[in-house]
């Protein structure tokens, strides 16, 4: 007997999110597009490693939406095995539709579960999900290995415990991971998608709709086969909007003619439809971007010849002339340079803010914007000083 599964892993739909740019409706869609992708490929379950909803209080028209698509997998019988993580505890849930019964939702005590195929072959499955928002209790004895299966997959909302970039929430190793002997581990909870571990597979599968420039890149859900060979992997993308992120030199360009052409090559093949300029690089076009009205300008005729939402236009260029500020000891112009380099460094009260969480309060930066403050305000005075000494 062939002992071949297929399924989808996806996670972190947040339903209920939106960006400034992006609306409910585009992770409505993504999503929407992951069921019907499962439907397409006849696969036997589609598994949801955490955060279906964006917040603990689910609203009324995400949960009928959700409703919906679970319904849509009913009709052609694929099984939804779903984690609540950090944004949809499980913990004062407002439950006000009836999902169909092809949806298990896993305790949160953790629990094992046996899929049968339409073939005969049995997927044990473990999980758990979140009983309140800030889980930092370790989830691994809830993955052992305790029942009899052709294949043993587990199902976690968490993050990799070196990872100080979020919440250490439910962390685990991959080490760790590796030596429960499961086939394949879906993960949830970091907004990227990548593969920690190839063999067994420990793999995150992003969120399905980016909804700011943090979140660039492709979108959506993981293709699954498990054989007794091994597995096979495919990235399907779903996502109704497309953040990227451009870098552009501008070394060797002489006026805007070269930037709509540069970019005119690169977005015919990406096809973002929302974008963010990073300038670097020494050339004519440093005075022209330094500018704000005139950035303002460049925005506005990119977002009309290309049809697509500019974001932000980022600029780190610098002077056509070739110069090293730092051998001008008694100028001016080292100063503006060292009490930049000091500002950058001194950024101790904006970690402490942001470690606090006091968001609220204070609404943090990004490092690389406030750097880019930082260095815009550098090579205006620098201009300024170098063109008053001509």
């Known amino acids: 007997m062939s002992t071949i599964v297929t399924f989808i892993h996806c996670a972190d739909i947040h339903l209920g999110r939106s960006?400034?740019?992006?609306?409910?409706?585009?992770?409505?869609k993504s999503f929407m597009r992951i069921?019907?992708?499962?439907v397409r490929r006849d696969v036997e379950f589609i598994i949801i490693a955490g955060d279906v909803y964006d917040?603990?209080?689910?609203?009324?028209?995400?949960?009928?939406?959700?409703?919906?698509?679970?319904q849509i997998l009913l009709d052609a019988n694929i099984q939804a095995y779903v984690v609540h993580g950090n944004h949809d505890p499980t913990i004062g849930?407002?439950?006000?539709?009836?999902?169909?019964?092809?949806?298990?939702?896993?305790?949160?005590?953790?629990?094992?579960?046996?899929?049968?195929?339409?073939?005969?072959?049995?997927v044990a499955l473990y999980g758990f999900s979140y009983p309140t928002r800030a889980y930092t209790e370790n989830p691994l004895p809830m993955y052992q290995k305790t029942l009899e299966a052709d294949y043993h997959i587990g199902v976690l909302h968490g993050q990799e415990a070196t990872n100080t970039d979020h919440e250490p929430y439910a962390p685990f190793f991959v080490r760790e991971l590796v030596d429960l002997r499961l086939d394949y581990v879906a993960l949830g909870h970091i907004h990227v998608r990548q593969v920690l571990q190839h063999d067994p597979p420990i793999v995150y599968s992003g969120n399905v709709q980016g909804?700011?420039?943090?979140e660039a890149g492709e979108k959506g859900c993981y293709a699954v086969t498990l054989h007794p060979g091994g597995h096979e992997l495919e990235f399907v993308a779903t996502h109704e909007v497309l953040y990227q992120t451009e870098h552009v030199s501008i070394d060797s360009m002489q006026d805007v003619d070269d930037i709509v052409n540069l970019l005119r090559k690169r977005l015919d093949e990406s096809k973002p439809t929302n974008l963010t300029l990073q300038f670097s690089g020494r050339g004519a076009l440093h005075r022209f971007l330094l500018?704000?009205?005139?950035?303002?300008?460049?925005?506005?005729l990119l977002e009309q010849e290309f049809q697509i939402q500019i974001e932000k236009i980022m600029v780190h260029t610098k002077n056509v002339l070739d110069f090293q500020i730092e051998s001008f000891h008694d100028h001016v112009a080292s100063d503006i340079v060292q009490a930049r380099r000091k500002l950058e460094h001194e950024h101790a009260l904006f970690e402490a803010i942001r470690r606090?969480?006091?968001?609220?309060?204070?609404?943090?930066?990004?490092?690389?914007?406030?750097?880019?403050i930082l260095y815009e305000a550098e090579q205006l005075l620098l201009q300024q000083v170098l063109e008053e000494s001509e």
């Not at 606090?356 to 880019?372: C, D, F, G, H, N």
Request: hydrophobic share 25%.
């Open 93 to 122: 849930e407002d439950k006000l539709v009836s999902f169909p019964q092809n949806v298990h939702v896993f305790s949160t005590e953790g629990e094992g579960m046996i899929h049968r195929t339409s073939r005969g072959e049995e």
């Open 291 to 300: 500018e704000e009205s005139n950035r303002e300008e460049l925005k506005e």
């Open 356 to 372: 606090k969480k006091l968001t609220s309060i204070v609404e943090p930066m990004l490092e690389e914007e406030r750097a880019a």
């Open 35 to 38: 069921c019907e992708e499962a």
């Open 55 to 70: 917040q603990e209080k689910r609203s009324l028209k995400s949960q009928w939406f959700f409703s919906t698509c679970m």
């Open 19 to 28: 960006g400034a740019n992006v609306g409910y409706e585009a992770t409505e």
């Open 211 to 214: 909804t700011n420039r943090k």
